[in-house]
């Protein structure tokens, strides 16, 4: 892993949407080269949260640095710098996986001699050098994703945030798509910070995770840390309903009638 | 790359986009040529029969075809707002936005794909025109002039279009307003019959529509033996100054669709 350097450090980030906060206060710090993962109910503020990060929404107070910039001060120079996976497939369909780089490139303003290489190297390394010249409209969800990540990365950004990045997939898929991402850790040290609700997804995937409830950061730490906070044997499971107030296991609800899984915790 | 050669690519990068979606699917180009098509053919032959709808001494249909054409641009270009609400739905606005191009390069770009859009519909306007027996003007210039009207016209009621769309947000809204809009800025103007013909308050807000001054313009370009009212210089003046501060505002604005 790469020095020991904060790459994304939040102070009080506040989102209000009227009188609802949907993101309040987060302060967090995450180092460079860490997979981060941010768990939380529907409706906690998690993309409130990489909306903010990735400067989609101005935030209402609280200031933030990305990649070594101030968020609001120098958003065209945070975004040179970051990569984004939106929770929404964001791929346009009716444009072959090609297209859709050189799209990015440009956008990127990636200079023309390096660009067709740099768009063969990341149809290749996300395997879909064989459907490059397919329309998009035709790739499984698994592709789709393979294609987005490829194309938040073909400037070789130094933060990647990914909101829900398997949402949707098979187990093969997700599992895939959780291959890539550790690659693009490993082989450029990206930092990369991912929203799930997958306590699997979270606890393998993941350095560290951050809790979201009703806005709040409730706790940071490694998914081992978090467990032993909760209690002996305590799982992933366990520390999301514990800090969350939801229970992942309908069967043990009995003592959290009020809340389950499926249901939209954004405060009434 | 350098700050001009960037800002040119950041351009290109949308525009490209827009017209290669067209050439995977140009189904909607066929169906856009029905609209002008009925214009031309059922009110235009209808029309030809009331007196006094012509000012300019030649048949009716002549001095109705530029007004055609402007409108069949018009009404392809406010479809762009309802596509950037379409785009922000799918997540595509999301890529555009979290990209470090600059906000008017998006809307510049948006606004070269409405005008390539602009000139497949001038084509067929111009066929349709040649099979009715307009006499046009063949000569480069005059077709050159016709094709930088239909461009700048494109762009200025495309990036019209997007403001709304910043503004309502909702295809619903939009869907509802977009009709509002285009009707009244289609008949307030020199289109379809003369200025002078209308009473003075109409007058006075027909010479302040934009439409009406690239119909002037191709009135001019576009016929045979065309004249404009205003002149040349006014008619690119106006429709250039129009589309700056749209732009302008334009690049302001988009952003607020993502949020
Ligand atoms: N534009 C908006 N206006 C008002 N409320 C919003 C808006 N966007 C999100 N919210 C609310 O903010 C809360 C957090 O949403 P979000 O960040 O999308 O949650 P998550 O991604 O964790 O599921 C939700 O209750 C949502 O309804
Ligand atoms: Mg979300």
Redesign the interface.
């Known amino acids: 892993m790469a020095s020991k350097s904060p790459v994304i450090e939040t102070d009080s980030l506040t989102k209000v949407y009227g009188t609802f906060r949907a993101a309040d206060r987060i302060s967090l710090t995450i180092q460079a080269g860490e997979i981060f993962g941010l768990i939380g109910p529907n409706g906690a503020g998690k993309s409130t949260l990489i909306?903010m990060l990735?400067?989609?929404?101005?935030p209402t107070s609280g200031s933030a640095r990305v990649a070594g910039f101030d968020l609001v001060a120098d958003a065209?120079?945070v975004?040179?710098h970051?990569?984004?996976v939106?929770?929404?497939?964001?791929?346009?369909?009716?444009?072959t996986a090609y297209?859709n780089l050189?799209?990015?490139a440009?956008?990127?303003?990636?200079?023309?001699v390096i660009r067709e290489e740099r768009i063969a190297t990341a149809l290749k390394r996300l395997d879909l050098s064989a459907s490059a010249d397919k329309?998009v409209q035709s790739y499984s969800g698994g592709m789709v994703r393979r294609l987005e990540i490829a194309?938040s990365m073909i400037h070789e950004p130094d933060v990647l945030f990914m909101d829900e990045p398997t949402v949707g997939l098979d187990p093969v898929a997700r599992r895939n798509v959780w291959m890539h991402i550790r690659e693009l850790r490993d082989r450029l040290g990206t930092t990369i910070l991912l929203t799930t609700h997958l306590m699997d997804e979270a606890g393998e995937l993941c350095d560290r995770l951050g809790v979201l409830n009703a806005g709040r950061l409730q706790s940071v730490g490694t998914p081992g840390d978090l467990e032993a906070v909760v209690g002996p044997d305590a799982t992933l499971d366990d520390v999301f309903a514990v800090m969350t107030g939801a229970d992942l296991n309908p069967e043990r609800a009995s003592d959290n009638v009020q809340h389950s899984c499926d249901s939209d915790h954004s405060p009434a | 790359?350098g700050r001009v050669?960037?800002y040119l690519?950041?351009i290109?990068?949308?525009a490209?986009?827009e017209i290669?979606?067209l050439r995977?699917?140009p189904g909607e180009l066929y169906t856009r040529a029905l609209q002008p098509l009925i214009w031309l053919l059922l009110f235009g032959e209808v029309m030809a029969q009331v007196k006094g709808l012509n000012s300019s001494g030649g048949s009716y249909l002549e001095f109705l075809a530029p007004g055609i054409l402007a409108q069949s641009v018009l009404f392809a270009a406010i479809f762009y707002g309802i596509a950037a609400i379409w785009e922000r739905?799918?997540?595509?606005l999301?890529?555009?936005?979290?990209?470090?191009?600059?906000r008017s390069t998006l809307v510049l770009g948006k606004a070269i794909s409405s005008g390539v859009r602009g000139l497949t519909q001038a084509i067929v306007v111009y066929a349709l025109a040649f099979l009715l027996g307009i006499k046009l003007s063949f000569s480069p210039v005059d077709i050159f002039g016709v094709a930088a009207l239909i461009c700048i016209g494109s762009a200025l009621f495309s990036t019209f279009s997007l403001i709304i769309a910043c503004i309502v947000k909702t295809r619903e809204r939009f869907m509802g307003i977009g009709q509002v809009l285009t009707m009244p800025i289609f008949f307030a103007s020199n289109a379809i019959y003369p200025i002078d013909i209308m009473p003075r308050w109409l007058h006075v807000i027909s010479s302040l529509n934009p439409l009406t001054y690239e119909v002037d313009g191709l009135r001019n370009l576009m016929l045979a033996d065309g004249t404009s009212k205003y002149g040349l210089w006014l008619d690119f003046g106006v429709l250039f100054a129009v589309t700056a501060v749209l732009v302008a505002i334009a690049a302001r604005m988009y952003?607020r669709l993502?949020?």
Request: aromatic share 4%; glycine share 4%.
């Open positions: 909306k990735t400067t989609l929404l101005p065209a120079h975004r040179a970051i990569g984004y939106p929770q929404l497939l964001s791929a346009d369909g009716a444009l297209e050189l799209m990015s440009r956008l990127y303003a990636i200079p023309r329309l194309q | 790359m050669a960037a690519t950041q290109q990068a949308v490209d986009t290669r979606k995977h699917d739905d799918l997540g595509v999301h890529r555009y936005m979290v990209s470090p191009a600059p952003p993502t949020q």
